[in-house]
């Protein structure tokens, strides 16, 4: 395991299971571990691409008060958690969405008028 998880974390988590008090081996530990950062990173590339789509979009599809939500910068991406980034793509989503509901509704009541 060395050089995917620190040496030092597997040496607590071994000394944790011979005391005990937890039920995994160091080796699916560390496995689990790995599979969750692996997880994690295909979950945050996704959400940025998806970003990436909904800024080339531009100002299609969003009222105007919702614009604010374009003066982000890609490049902060790096510096932001994934939380941070799944609120924003889905603040643009719902943006989006409500524009068009609200569009869809004007539509509906004229040709109804």
Do not use: F, P
């Not at 597997?10 to 560390?30: D, F, I, P, R, Y």
């Not at 599979?35 to 994690?40: D, K, L, N, W």
């Not at 990436?52 to 790096?78: I, K, T, V």
Request: hydrophobic share 40%; net charge negative; with cysteine.
């Amino acid at each position: 395991m060395e050089g995917m998880i620190s040496v030092e974390v597997a040496k607590v988590q071994s000394e944790m299971e011979e005391a005990g008090q937890c039920k995994l081996t160091v080796k699916s530990w560390c496995a689990g571990l790995v599979v969750s950062g692996e997880q994690a990173v295909h979950w945050k590339e996704t959400i940025r691409a998806e970003l990436e789509y909904q800024m080339s979009l531009g100002e299609n599809g969003l009222a105007e008060e919702d614009r604010y939500l374009l003066e982000h910068n890609l490049d902060d991406l790096d510096h932001s958690t994934g939380e941070d980034q799944a609120i924003w793509l889905l603040a643009l989503k719902a943006a989006r969405k409500a524009r068009q509901l609200r569009e869809n509704r004007r539509n509906t009541a004229a040709a109804e008028g």
